[in-house]
Nanobody
Framework: QVQLVESGGGLVQPGGSLRLSCSASGSMFSIYGMGWHRQAPGKQRELVAGISSGGSTNYADSVKGRFTISRDNAKNTVYLQMNSLKPEDTAVYYC???????????????WGQGTQVTVSS
């Protein structure tokens, strides 16, 4: 059974920074793309940033220049460094990963449980 466990959320003042982490564990053959999404109250879940297995990245326009996604393949972990945070960044942040598992032998998208990020003075 594969699990994605997120950490690093919390309360921060506008202009502050947070670093989110998401680690995958379980019987895995390979991890392909990984990413972060967020969902604010009353809004649809949206992609924040994604990173391929080769390190190519993409970002939502609203976070370009402020957020940085990275991954450590040896640790099966993806990170989201969030700087210059704004109140509109307040949301539950979810990580996801495209994983090929060994048992059962299949490839599917997995999601973490979510971590709350609140930007407020």
């Amino acid at each position: 059974q594969v699990q994605l466990v997120e950490s690093g959320g919390g309360l921060v003042q506008p202009g502050g920074s947070l670093r989110l982490s998401c680690s995958a564990s379980g019987s895995m053959f390979s991890i392909y793309g990984m990413g972060w999404h967020r969902q604010a109250p009353g809004k649809q879940r949206e992609l924040v940033a994604g990173i391929s297995s080769g390190g190519s990245t993409n970002y939502a326009d609203s976070v370009k220049g402020r957020f940085t996604i990275s991954r450590d393949n040896a640790k099966n972990t993806v990170y989201l460094q969030m700087n210059s945070l704004k109140p509109e960044d307040t949301a539950v942040y979810y990580c996801n990963a495209d994983i090929h598992t060994i048992v059962p032998l299949r490839r599917k998208d997995y999601w973490g449980q979510g971590t709350q990020v609140t930007v407020s003075s």
